[in-house]
């Protein structure tokens, strides 16, 4: 079976990235810093290595903020719409994929939800809500 290539950008598209290979794992992660991040409940960020990664555009428009505090945690987005990119992750060979950010279906599913203690209660499916396809009438 060959390798599966994954294509991404950023909302405007400026930037566009492209992964060869299998992600490492792919989750779902309900920390604070995800949530503040992704402005929602939980974000989905799958894990490739970083060889795996090349860039098309004007990479001068990639920038990064990394939480003081933190270790590891940096956002990475494109400087035109702000849109969220790849990072590489510190002290690893790992590159942190913003799952959203994807134009094609990974072949690997979400594998876990993580910082599960830090999930909001109104976070993610509710089987009781309505769903539908577009916006709602």
């Not at 940096?74 to 690893?92: H, K, M, N, S, Y």
């Not at 060979?93 to 999930?119: C, H, M, W, Y």
């Amino acid at each position: 079976m060959p390798q599966q290539t994954l294509t991404g950008s950023c909302l405007c598209g400026a930037l566009k990235y492209r992964v060869t290979g299998e992600p490492a794992r792919f989750f779902h992660c309900h920390c604070s810093r995800c949530r503040k991040s992704s402005g929602t409940g939980h974000a989905s960020n799958l894990f490739v290595d970083q060889a795996s990664l090349s860039w098309d555009g004007d990479t001068s428009m990639i920038k990064s903020y990394k939480v003081p505090e933190a270790q590891r945690f940096a956002r990475t987005f494109c400087t035109r719409c702000g849109g969220p990119l790849p990072r590489e992750i510190p002290d690893t060979k790992l590159v942190f994929v913003p799952a959203g950010t994807l134009d094609d279906e990974p072949n690997i599913k979400p594998q876990a939800r993580i910082f599960q203690d830090s999930k909001t209660s109104w976070s993610c499916a509710d089987a009781e809500l309505p769903c539908f396809d577009q916006y709602p009438e």
